[in-house]
């Protein structure tokens, strides 16, 4: 089906990003919120990316006003009669995003596709809400959207083949690098991205290492940022939140960080709100140095005597990587893709993803870092069954020509 017009619901961020981006692709948009603050507040956000492009000399004032007109503010449903695709950016709650979805099946053409940008919610379940499970997707855009190139594109068990397939080729319109999988809980990305930004919050409650030296560590094995300053950029409550839907479907091996709700209650939020992990402006870090001796004091957590070593967080996302690998959510190669586009990984110089980093470190090193941290910190760290087979068949990796990738020698 060829895609003439899309809608976005959901003036916040993420959706006016998501509009912008398709504006940009030349189609028209409407873009459709139930505040008419919030609407102004999207348009002049589509519009700042718009002049930003105009100031860097990559845009004329003429292209920018072309692009704009393609977007369209609306506080109904009545002009989605001739939508081809509209695509929910509404909070991260199911039953916002249910009821949304059956507005959007009485206002939609029959043939219309609905996609949704939730990063960690069932689309079989929205799929029923939708009335029209054939024709549910996930598309899973990163932040910030008109710079990101990666787009989890997630069907539901009811999915049609033709509707992937349409969405796959809709998002390559939008320039942008599609990768289909298999639905399970925080899909691809933010499942593999959690247990690594969970277990710096519990290294730095711990008292291994302050959160700058952390993020210092990380930044210096190769990632782009380190996880705090991430987490404050991405939203300490969109962590918390999907840390703790992740929680109640993988149990222990996810569970969340007793810092995560303290921080939220005392509202702050990283970036948005001035004050996170670290204080921006007049804030500073003290207060959160203080929920952590508060954490210490009452023993809700042990004090760690042991140096902080990044390990403790690369091989969680390693494993989990593995995990994924195992229940064939994708192939080794989105994997990786997956890592590299979503969150700009690297190892060594090289823009690497997590199974490419094992193969390289060798998939024996990698098993016996998890059994050692397994036995210092507990089950979660516990090597994957993929992982461990593997290293008995003596596919350990690159220095074999086999490992969770095949290499000619």
Same mark, same amino acid.
């Given at each position: ?256 960080? +007793? ?6 209650? $005392?509202?702050? /939020?990283?970036? =948005?709100?001035? %004050? !996170?992990?670290? &204080? ?95 036995? +210092? ?6 090597? $994957?069954?993929? /992982?461990?087979? =593997?290293?008995? %068949? !003596?596919?350990? &990796? ?12």
């Amino acid at each position: 089906m060829y895609i003439f017009k899309a809608a976005v619901i959901g003036a916040g961020a993420m959706g006016a990003e998501i509009a912008q981006v398709i504006s940009y692709s030349g189609l028209p948009v409407l873009l459709k919120d139930v505040d008419q603050g919030m609407l102004d507040k999207g348009m002049a956000r589509i519009r700042k990316i718009y002049q930003g492009r105009v100031d860097k000399g990559k845009m004329s004032s003429g292209d920018m006003d072309g692009k704009l007109s393609l977007v369209t503010p609306t506080l109904s449903y009545d002009e989605f009669g001739d939508v081809d695709i509209a695509i929910e950016a509404v909070p991260e709650k199911m039953a916002v995003k249910r009821a949304v979805l059956g507005q959007l099946a009485e206002a939609l053409p029959e043939p219309a596709i609905i996609a949704s940008n939730t990063s960690a919610l069932s689309i079989s379940e929205m799929g029923v809400a939708s009335g029209r499970p054939g024709k549910m997707i996930g598309m899973h855009f990163f932040n910030p959207a008109h710079v990101m190139k990666l787009v989890e594109v997630i069907p539901g068990l009811d999915t049609t083949q033709e509707t992937v397939d349409d969405v796959v080729t809709f998002t390559e319109s939008l320039r942008k690098l599609p990768i289909v999988v298999q639905e399970c809980p925080g899909f691809l990305v933010n499942r593999l991205l959690m247990p690594y930004l969970n277990e710096a919050v519990l290294a730095l409650e711990e008292g291994e290492a302050s959160a700058n030296d952390i993020d210092q560590q990380l930044q210096a094995w190769g990632m782009p940022m380190g996880p705090f300053f991430l987490m404050d950029m991405l939203g300490l409550d969109v962590c918390a939140d999907v840390g703790q839907h992740l929680q109640a479907e993988y149990g222990e091996r996810m569970r969340g960080a +007793a810092l995560f709700p303290m921080l939220v209650a $005392a509202g702050r /939020l990283g970036e =948005k709100s001035g %004050a !996170g992990f670290y &204080g921006y402006g007049n804030e500073t870090d003290e207060p959160v140095k203080e929920m952590i001796a508060e954490l210490q004091s009452t023993g809700a957590v042990r004090r760690s005597e042991r140096p902080f070593d990044p390990d403790r967080l690369i091989m969680p996302l390693i494993n989990e990587a593995a995990l994924c690998l195992q229940e064939h959510i994708a192939s080794p190669a989105d994997i990786d893709l997956a890592m590299v586009a979503g969150i700009g990984m690297t190892y060594g110089g090289e823009r690497l993803g997590p199974l490419a980093v094992a193969d390289l470190l060798g998939l024996d090193t990698v098993a016996a870092r998890l059994a050692a941290l397994q036995q +210092a910190y507990g089950e979660r760290f516990r090597p $994957a069954r993929l /992982l461990r087979t =593997k290293v008995r %068949a !003596g596919h350990i &990796g690159k220095q074999t020509g086999r490992g969770f990738h095949e290499y000619s020698n």
